[in-house]
T-cell receptor
């Protein structure tokens, strides 16, 4: 079974608008972390935001916020006031904190290609 | 502070040839990861080190892939012999892993391998 599912292969948004990138995850562990990374065409993976499974509040980092719905096992990324430089591939990832030999393994989804147009 | 450094950035080799990738993690980071990213896919873990110990290598194709992390710092990933299907981007990442505390992994720019 897929640990991380990103159902949107591509998303388009106009500059200055907000956009939501979907992510659902699958785990039976009570303790886990959720991450979003941005990968521009240059190839590097850039960390954006983190949400712990026990965090009560949704994480925010500047224009990025994570809409964490634990019961639905979703961790959607919201980008407010999109900029042209936001055009990139976005990956959702999960790390299970207490599972045996895979302790610390970071599972990635297939990604969503975001295109911001002027 | 320097980030994760990988070399080379690009490599083109003929099938059946050997190839090696090098990674220098962020200073002080005890966990090092090697990921493979195929075109249009998310990264998939090949091997994870905690210090110099490989603690998760279940997805490393051990018949042709090998890795080492001497002295718990730099790491090399080797493929011998390379096959056409090994064409991908190989990403190295590091993080400071402490049980019970989660931290983000920092990635290098990757090595794009093309096997012809």
């Amino acid at each position: 079974a897929q640990k991380i599912t990103q159902t949107q292969p591509g998303m388009f948004v106009q500059e200055k608008e907000a956009v939501t990138l979907d992510c659902t995850y699958d785990t039976s562990d009570p303790s886990y972390g959720l991450f979003w990374y941005k990968q521009p065409s240059s190839g590097e993976m850039i960390f954006l935001i983190y949400q712990g499974s026990y965090d009560q509040q949704n994480a925010t980092e500047g224009r990025y916020s994570l809409n964490f719905q634990k019961a639905r096992k979703s961790a959607n990324l919201v980008i407010s006031a999109s900029q042209l430089g936001d055009s990139a591939m976005y990956f959702c990832a999960m790390r299970e904190a207490d599972r045996g030999s895979t302790l610390g393994r970071l599972y990635f989804g297939r990604g969503t290609q975001l295109t911001v147009w002027p | 502070e320097a980030g994760v450094v990988q070399s080379p950035r690009y490599k083109i080799i003929e099938k059946k040839q050997p190839v090696a990738f090098w990674c220098n993690p962020i200073s002080g980071h005890n966990t090092l990861y090697w990921y493979r990213q195929n075109l249009g896919q998310g990264p998939e873990l090949l091997i994870r080190y905690e210090n110099e110990e490989a603690v998760d290598d279940s997805q490393l194709p051990k018949d042709r892939f090998s890795a080492e992390r001497l002295k718990g710092v730099d790491s090399t990933l080797k493929i011998q012999p390379a096959e056409l299907g090994d064409s991908a981007v190989y990403l190295c990442a590091s993080s400071l892993w402490v049980r019970g505390r989660d931290t983000e992994a920092f990635f290098g720019q990757g090595t794009r391998l093309t096997v012809v």
